[in-house]
Antibody, heavy 121, light 106 residues
Framework: EVKLVESGGALVQPGGSLRLSCVASGFDFEEYAMHWVRKVPGKGLEWVAI????????AYAASVKGRFTISRDDAENSLFLQMNSLRPDDTASYYC??????????????WGQGTQVTVSS | KFMLTQPHSVSESPGKTVTISCTGS????????VQWYQQRPGSGPTTVIFESDQRPSGVPDRFSGSIDSSSNSASLTISGLRTEDEADYYC?????FGGGTWVSVL
């Protein structure tokens, strides 16, 4: 059974930083592209970032580019999201999401339960 | 800019059928696969349809997906509605999500 468990969410002041983690199990983590997707309260889902297998390719939504960094540790079956210069509009639940392909098909087949990030003074 | 538009909400009685539309603009929806996700309150999303019309294992065949190129839209149909189907449903293609549709089972 595929399992994705996020952690690291917290209350942080504007301009602050956080590092989200996601531990994966139940599949060959290193063979698949992984994403972060967020849900803003009262709004819909927003794609945030992708990192393909073997760290070959990564991309970011325009709203986070230059502030967020996605990375992975295949030895630890883990995905990370380093978030810097946080803004109130980054407040959301952040989900770790598994792609169906290593190169990134943008077909998502498994989701974590999410970790809450709140940016407020 | 490619966008996906969904109705804000739909409602139907238990046992009935509901269809949720997902209309593309700024590009052809048939150019890429469409996925559908269910999100119940307090839970993470789960995939109910991938690659436009495929069901993951464990998803009942009451859920079906389709594409209509002529209207540039995708649809999710839920038949034999059950109370546990009450949730938000999102369509998605590439990096774009629809705004979500709340399905209410009266």
């Amino acid at each position: 059974e595929v399992k994705l468990v996020e952690s690291g969410g917290a209350l942080v002041q504007p301009g602050g930083s956080l590092r989200l983690s996601c531990v994966a199990s139940g599949f060959d983590f290193e063979e698949y592209a992984m994403h972060w997707v967020r849900k803003v309260p009262g709004k819909g889902l927003e794609w945030v970032a992708i990192l393909t297998w073997n760290n070959n390719n990564l991309a970011y939504a325009a709203s986070v580019k230059g502030r967020f960094t996605i990375s992975r540790d295949d030895a630890e079956n883990s995905l990370f999201l380093q978030m810097n210069s946080l803004r109130p509009d980054d407040t959301a639940s952040y989900y770790c999401v598994k792609d169906m392909a290593g190169g990134g098909s943008y077909s998502f087949d498994s989701w974590g339960q999410g970790t809450q990030v709140t940016v407020s003074s | 800019k490619f966008m996906l538009t969904q109705p804000h909400s739909v409602s139907e009685s238990p046992g009935k059928t509901v269809t949720i539309s997902c209309t593309g603009s700024g590009g052809a929806i048939a150019g890429n696969f469409v996925q559908w996700y269910q999100q119940r309150p307090g839970s993470g999303p789960t995939t109910v349809i991938f690659e436009s019309d495929q069901r993951p294992s464990g998803v009942p065949d009451r859920f079906s997906g389709s594409i209509d190129s002529s209207s540039n839209s995708a649809s999710l149909t839920i038949s034999g509605l059950r109370t546990e189907d009450e949730a938000d449903y999102y369509c998605q293609s590439q990096r774009v999500f629809g705004g979500g549709t709340w399905v209410s089972v009266l």
